[in-house]
């Protein structure tokens, strides 16, 4: 029988927000409820590591169930490249598996800590977009188990296949993920670093190394002002094919043992950040041999790197602008958070390519993401994002769910018209408090 718990100290990993919930954890999908009637409590939610900083894995006073107990291999055919896994298992766990037989994920977020369920619910993206598209551009078939008791194998095609990639848990609870993954020659990367001296500087290296690169981004410095607004950092890589093959270490790492006192992070700290980082990055040769590890997940050498923010914790905010306008708006947004004085310990700029997902709710669209991060000041902070929300709006773009925590209705109606036809198809035993505040 599944085993579930009340438990009080479940919050996003923004730390904005902590509720009580009945933590329900299956370790076998036989313990997975039937149907509707079996569920412990309603509405439920499932949730994987939740790694997302908003409310999008939250059900305050509701249930969650928690997937990650289910984390075993189906089937790995390492001829073709695909793998057969339970929604549970995570891409930190699936890494050490394929990589030192020279296979890797299509596709990868910032982090490693992602479960394949959570990683379809959300229809992750990585830096390498203009090749792969999102995570749901590489899922082959996804199980799915209704409350109405029905188990159902979903493929491209299927309208509850698209409701359910980038449909954030709501469709029902995806039981297992067949994915197809890429070949590898090496588990390093050849990683150039190229300064650049303000947003056009960007957008112009970005168009020319989209035809020869597989992985782009950029950190910025959203501190200066003028001419040197939006400087920055871009990197570019490709994998090598030197056949060397080590997965990733295991372990903990080093953790953030405590919350850092309310105000360390703030304009003069940041700035004295951003100008150390951009010295750093520049010094020394221009291209370095890299791991992957550390070329996608530098923030997973930290655990609970979160605490950096504070007990008020932190917001994120990630927004995707359209490719004709792309550049005046990300130039309009970097202004104004200069000009607040907020600048962004973290600042990652980077362009989506044209490829498109089959979710009704995917976050990528072609033109270029921005993504960054803002201690907890309360109103002064939230009155920020809504101007950063004003741009945004007027500029056809929208906002990304797994790092949301407080867009309002008609933001996130407007960025996602298709959004009622996600509503007409969620399961109706399921709801997150994200469901709850966007779509009143």
Partial sequence: MISCRRRSDYGSWGRVVRAEHLVCKPHFTDELPASAAELPDRPILPVGLRRSYGDTTLNAGHALLDMTGLDRFIRLDLDEGIVHAEAGLSIDSLLQVIVPRGWFVPTTPGTRFVTLGGAVANDVHGKNHHRMGSMGCSV???GLL?????????????????????????????????????????????????????????????????????????????????????????????????????????????????DLPRGTLNRYSIRAFNALYNRLELSGPSTRRQHYASSFYPLDSIRQWNRMYGKAGLYQYQCAVPTEVAETAVADLVG???????????????????????????????GATLALDFANAGDKTLRLLAKLDEIVLKSGGRLYPAK??????????????????????????????FWRRVSA
């Fill in 336 to 366: 104004v958070i200069a000009a607040a004085g907020a600048g962004s310990f973290l600042a990652v700029l980077k362009t989506f390519g044209t490829k498109q997902s089959p979710g009704l709710l995917s976050f990528p669209m072609p």
């Fill in 140 to 142: 082959m078939e996804l």
């Fill in 146 to 258: 209704r409350s109405d008791g029905t188990r159902q194998s979903l493929r491209p095609g299927d309208r509850l296949f698209a409701a359910t990639v980038g449909g954030l848990g709501l469709t029902g609870i995806i039981t297992d993920v067949i994915l197809r993954l890429v070949p590898i020659r090496s588990a390093w990367l050849d990683v150039e670093r190229i300064g650049f001296g303000n947003i056009a500087d960007f957008f112009r290296i970005a168009r020319e190394s989209e035809q020869d690169f597989e992985h782009t981004v950029a950190w910025i410095d959203c501190a200066n002002t003028g001419r040197r607004l939006g400087r920055g950092v871009f990197q570019r890589a490709n994998w090598l094919a030197d056949g060397r093959f080590e997965p990733h270490r295991g372990g903990a790492g080093l953790t953030m043992p405590f």
């Fill in 404 to 433: 949301d925590g407080r867009m309002p209705p008609h933001m996130f109606q407007a960025g996602y018209p298709k959004w009622t036809e996600l509503a007409a198809l969620k399961d109706p035993a399921i709801e997150s408090d």
